[in-house]
């Protein structure tokens, strides 16, 4: 059963309260669905026929390089939708393979009854066209932080953009593993390489935080890269 009260903070449906949702979704059909941790939801390369949004749990994308090596791209927590930019387009496959990281509910609407709510709410129309729009910005800056080649260069390339121009200290929300798996990496070899940038002066790892010591040394890595 939907949970209203979750569902309207999803970036798609934000604005509404839980009485308007009600009733935009009691106009189209829309389906529930429920997978255990580590399920299998879609398989890279499936055609999107609906929209996804995420009532309860958290959910991981992940994509083969060309070495076979599995590489994660991020986690997906509720209320956020997924694939949204892919619904509509020539090309409207999912491209990355979609696993629960635990009970996870999903809200299914299919691709035409989307159609529908968009035309009869311009709120759910606004919000869809701002959240894909995001969605492109981040694919943009994975991009360009994938572009490096070394295990130093990304965590150069993350410590800068996670402390942003007015301080030094990085707050950590993954644990070591969780980052390799971001940067496509083994965990030792980036507990390796972060243990040299301590040695070397530019970082101090915290518990909960990297101190960068040395912005401009760290940001000329990317320079070498």
Do not use: W
Request: charged letters at 25%; one cysteine or more; aromatic letters at 6%.
């Amino acid at each position: 059963m939907p949970n209203y009260d979750i569902l309207t903070k999803s970036p798609v449906f934000r604005g509404l309260n839980s009485e308007q949702l009600s009733d935009c979704l009691r106009t189209v059909h829309i389906q529930m669905k429920s997978f255990r941790k580590d399920n299998l939801i879609v398989n890279a390369g499936e055609k999107v026929n609906q929209l996804y949004i995420i009532q309860k749990g958290s959910v991981r994308g992940e994509m083969l390089d060309y070495s076979g090596k599995v590489l994660k791209i991020e986690d997906i927590e509720a209320p956020r939708a997924l694939a949204g930019a892919f619904i509509f387009g020539k090309s409207n496959v999912y491209p990355v393979t979609v696993t629960a990281n635990n009970d996870v509910e999903l809200l299914s609407i299919p691709k035409n009854e989307f159609l529908k709510l968009m035309q009869k709410e311009q709120t759910i129309l606004i919000n869809y066209l701002n959240d894909i729009s995001t969605r492109t910005q981040f694919l943009s800056n994975k991009l360009h932080f994938l572009s490096f080649r070394t295990i130093r260069g990304k965590i150069a390339h993350y410590l800068m953009q996670e402390s942003g121009s007015n301080s030094n200290t990085v707050e950590l929300k993954h644990t070591q593993q969780q980052l390799a798996e971001l940067f496509g990496v083994t965990r030792p070899s980036l507990a390796r390489v972060l243990g040299e940038l301590q040695r070397e002066g530019l970082i101090v790892l915290g518990r909960k935080n990297i101190v960068i010591n040395e912005k401009k040394r760290l940001s000329q890595l990317l320079e070498k890269d």
